[in-house]
């Protein structure tokens, strides 16, 4: 087993597959009364959250409790980070503690691969800056399995601000190892240029979305991160809306069996209404709960439960 998961090119087939099986035999816990498994008895599991967070942080935080580890929460507001305390002390004070994992998400592209350097347990990526976040890739697939059977030949696409997605980085290098076709859609002020080609060479990009719609087995959409925009990216956001937002009209063109997913949070009315993010085809509510299972298959897996 991998020691770190810091991107989603960590992952080959058989180890991304290895962590869905045994999500899928952690959800199965979820659904009993005592939600508890005595595995990481012992160990610490730190969750450093540089950055603001809802899902990812109470998810990676109900994950190390449901498999019985202690679990620290840091959050560099009302911490010494607010004194302007470097990572590196940081990571040297956790360490000093014993952290057996350390869950980071931080503004800085890479902040996740430096900590990674300076401490002996192991690093989980839950999001640095605009670069990965491979266990949202890994509730996604889950997701996709769970509802369509299967991975490998299907049809995917990521709709929306890909330029600032670490969601998308790390799905198209997670899908492609496991064999599913992905196509990036936006406008071509969000999609970086050599994207396609410098993470998966099979990944397409196309800029209509209507074009797209009645072939894919999977729409992902992807909220319009303004926080991260520097810059004006298109005319406004109603045109965003009217070119790259998923509405009724425009879902009802997918085939029958396709899903809706979004990794939250949803700006709705932007990049997708209400009328789609709370029908059946959408499996948002549900990723929520699959990652759970999944953060704890990547915990238990990286930290040698069964020894792995
Ligand atoms: C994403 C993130 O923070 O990268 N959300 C999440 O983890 N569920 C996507 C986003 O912020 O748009």
Redesign the pocket.
Known sequence: MIRHLLSGADLDAATATRILDTAAEMATVAGREVKKLPALRGRTVVNLFYED?T??RISFEAAAKRLSADVINFSAKGSSVAKGESLKDTALTLQAMGADAVVVRHPASGAAHRLAEWVDGSVVNA?DGTHE?PT?ALLDAYTMRSRLGRLAGLSVAVVGDVLH???ARSNVLLLSTLGAKVTLVGPPTLIPVDIAAALAPDTTVCYDLDAVLPTSDVVMM??V?RERMTDSYFPSAREYARRYGLDGPRMRRLPEHAIVMH???MNRGMEITPEVADSPRSTIVEQVANGVSVRMAVLYLLLGGNNA
């Open positions: 967070s899902r990812t999001g976040h949202q997605s670490r969601v992807l909220r991160q990794p939250g949070p």
